[in-house]
């Protein structure tokens, strides 16, 4: 029998580097070279690298959605070089795909999005709080970074924030305003919802995060201004600001870093997609400051009715003090204690507000403390405070200068005032020398005296401050939030005629 | 996907807060509506009364306030005392008991009227301890020696004499309105010894007499 006689089996071609044939002239071994570009485009009869699985073009178009820079053909060319570059350590392989391409810094959304989040939780703690004063009375609110924490009551910094002219917008046009708060949250809210929606976009690039990082900056500036008008105006921070602060720093770090991270993308900057996406921002923030106007409370009788109106005018009692004022200004009288920490408070909202220099400041002093012989007040609420009182009515010229004083230092004198009255009354000789002789005189006592007398004749509340405005009172619960809304009020109606 | 880029943002940055302030701002509004609307209730100030304001002593301090020696005229004589008050001479003197601690008896010599040194600085230190009182009550007598009419004369001069050393002094028109001034002669209340043991302007020995040629000032509290 005879063999098939068959050619001998030929030998395949010895396979090199790149597999092109043997015999080629090999590269440097240390460094291997780029095959040169091939014009068209022919796949391989036999795959170098029979893993991969071999790039179909039409297969690619009929997954994806059509981009323009997946079709070019050098966009093609550039993922296949990629792909057999053995310089690219295995894992980074991979993500020149066009599937690996978008999963780059979308990681990192995810956390824009928490840490926008946390900024709207901050601020929605900060709005809430205030929108529950808008009845004028007193509530705990929260102060602590740790927003589950119990709320705190009476002085804190955050309380101080909420009642500085600085905690929001139109005071004068609006009871309380609009709270500069509710606008952080909208914010934030538009922010937290914009990193969500990049994080799930398929195709994420460097034009979209961006647009991130620019939104970003708008927090981070709003905080720097706040964290400085605290610091150099009120002198104490607000809790929950901080964390608000801390906010915004997280949203734009983390946005830089997901931008850095998040492939780079090609062609003109997306200018259309972004204009969309701030004027959503600008429409977010819009209606919910559309939202807060339409619904905000705003019936008070109070305002204008005010709490009652003077039986006895003082006139030009001895007990009274001019303190300096502006021409045209309108006659106002304040009953006040100068060891009285709210009276220290609604001084410092008068005086931002600018509307001290609009009314007339007349002072009734009328220290919580027991200065006389069977004193209709019985319990010594601020020790000291006859003592201080009755230097301003010896130094009436010198009344504001102690006055000041007295709210500057006024835990100090209240402890010297608890423990050793003497001391306090030492304490105010030796700044203020015109009074030397006269505190606890009976000329001062007399004086006093008849400033209770007055009160008791008015029937006037056992509570500091009071503020009386052409003889009516201007309610207590006006005098905090509502303070330049209620003040531009009375004075217009009592024909004030400056700017 | 254009949902989820585009309109994702918008809906749910209107849609988180705008439910969180409407929650709020209703509850707001519910408070307001309560705060504004409910009455207040507060503490006033007012003129404490002491302990001693007895009806009869009011309707003395009253009457002196209102007819004798604050809206017109001033003083009142012996009988219009008497006459206010319906009570004897001794129960007269009792109103004052509860007063011990705050009158001061300024001393004159017999037949004089003029305040000795000792006796302004007792009218002084009175008007000092004023505490929350509105009115100062000056109540002036004479010893028995001489005649009705003379004594009755005697006392009101007295009387006068620590009003003017009042105004001299303090030079405040306002002094006029707080000052009630009553001269009982010698025909009612004469204080019995037992009146030397109290805060006198003078030291010293001390009988019925002298503690008579006097005027008996004091603060009163009393809300009249």
Redesign the interface.
């Known amino acids: 029998m005879e063999e098939d006689k068959k050619s001998p089996p030929t030998a395949s071609p010895p396979v090199g580097a790149w597999g092109m044939p043997a015999g080629t002239p090999a590269a440097p071994a240390s460094r291997p070279t780029l095959p040169p570009a091939p014009a068209p485009v022919v796949p391989p009869a036999e795959p170098a690298f029979p893993e991969l699985r071999p790039y179909d073009r039409e297969r690619e178009l009929r997954e994806r959605e059509p981009m323009r820079d997946i079709v070019r053909p050098e966009r093609t060319e550039t993922v296949q070089r990629a792909l057999h570059d053995d310089r690219l350590p295995d894992e980074r392989r991979h993500v020149v795909t066009s599937e690996g391409r978008s999963a780059r810094g979308r990681g990192w959304l995810w956390f824009v999005m928490l840490a926008a989040a946390l900024g709207?939780v901050f601020a929605?703690t900060s709005?809430?709080d205030f929108?529950?004063h808008?009845?004028?009375?007193l509530h705990e609110i929260h102060c602590s970074i740790n927003v589950a924490a119990d709320q705190v009551d009476g002085e804190s910094g955050c309380a101080m924030a909420m009642f500085s002219p600085y905690s929001s917008f139109f005071r004068a046009s609006m009871w309380g305003g609009v709270p500069v708060s509710?606008l952080a949250?909208?914010v934030f809210?538009?922010l937290?919802?914009?990193a969500?929606?990049?994080a799930?976009?398929?195709d994420l690039t460097r034009r979209d995060t961006l647009f991130m990082l620019l939104a970003s900056v708008l927090p981070v500036a709003t905080s720097a201004v706040y964290a400085t008008i605290s610091a150099t105006q009120l002198g104490a921070f607000c809790q929950v600001c901080i964390g608000i602060y801390i906010a915004s720093g997280l949203v734009a770090i983390l946005s830089l870093v997901a931008h850095l991270r998040a492939w780079p993308g090609e062609g003109k900057l997306p200018w259309g997609?972004w204009a969309?996406?701030f004027g959503?921002?600008v429409?977010?923030v819009g209606?919910?400051l559309g939202?807060?106007v339409a619904?905000?409370?705003s019936?008070?009788?109070?305002v204008d009715k005010g709490?009652g109106a003077l039986v006895e005018e003082p006139g030009d009692e001895s007990f009274v003090i001019a303190l300096p004022s502006e021409p045209g200004a309108i006659p106002s009288l304040e009953v006040l204690d100068p060891l009285c920490n709210f009276c220290r408070a609604f001084d410092k909202r008068l005086t931002a507000s600018g509307l001290d220099k609009k009314i007339a400041r007349r002072v009734v002093v009328f220290p919580m403390d027991t200065c006389?012989?069977?004193?209709?007040i019985r319990q010594r609420r601020h020790p000291g405070a006859c003592t201080v009182s009755y230097a301003m009515l010896c130094a009436p010229q010198s009344a504001q200068k102690i006055l000041d004083y007295a709210f500057a230092e006024q835990e100090r004198l209240l402890e010297l005032g608890k423990t050793n009255d003497a001391a306090l009354k030492a304490d105010l000789e030796q700044r203020f020398p015109e009074v030397k002789g006269c505190i606890g005189s009976?000329k001062a006592?007399?004086e006093l005296?008849?400033a209770?007398?007055w009160?008791?004749r008015?029937?006037?509340?056992?509570?500091t401050p009071q503020l009386f405005v052409d003889g009516t009172q201007v309610c207590p619960?006006n005098t905090d939030l509502g303070l330049e809304f209620t003040l531009t009020r009375a004075l217009e109606r009592a024909g004030y005629k400056g700017d | 996907m254009r949902f989820v880029t585009y309109v994702l943002p918008l809906l749910l940055g209107v849609a988180v807060p705008g439910v969180a302030i409407g929650a709020w701002l209703g509850d707001a509004k519910t408070n307001l509506d309560v705060s504004e609307t409910a009455p207040k209730d507060v503490v006033r100030a007012s003129v404490p009364e002491g302990g001693y304001c007895s009806v009869e002593l009011k309707q003395i301090v009253r009457r002196v306030a209102g007819a004798c020696g604050l809206l017109g005229g001033r003083g009142c004589q012996p009988t219009d005392a008497s006459n206010v008050v319906k009570l004897s001479a001794n129960d007269f003197n009792q109103l004052f008991l509860p007063l011990k601690h705050r009158v001061r008896i300024i001393q004159f010599d017999q037949s004089k009227t003029e305040l000795d040194e000792d006796a302004k600085h007792a009218v002084e230190e009175a008007w000092g301890d004023r505490g929350m009182a509105r009115f100062f009550f000056v109540v002036s007598r004479a010893s028995p020696e001489g005649s009705v009419e003379k004594n009755r004369e005697l006392s009101a001069v007295r009387a006068q004499a620590v009003l003017d050393h009042l105004m001299e002094v303090y030079k405040d028109p306002d002094i006029q309105k707080q000052v009630g001034l009553l001269w009982l002669g010698e025909e009612f209340a004469q204080l019995p010894k037992e009146f030397c043991e109290w805060n006198r302007s003078r030291t010293g020995e001390c009988n019925e007499a002298d503690i008579n040629r006097s005027a008996f000032i004091a603060w009163i509290d009393c809300s009249i």
């Open positions: 709207a929605a709005t809430a929108v529950e808008l009845d004028g009375q509710l949250f909208a809210a538009f937290a919802a914009l969500l929606a990049l799930l976009k398929k997609r969309l996406w959503e921002g429409l977010v209606l919910v939202l807060y619904w905000v409370p019936e008070r009788p109070s709490c006389v012989p069977n004193d209709m009976a006592k007399a005296t008849k209770r007398n009160a008791a008015n029937a006037l509340e056992l509570s619960q």
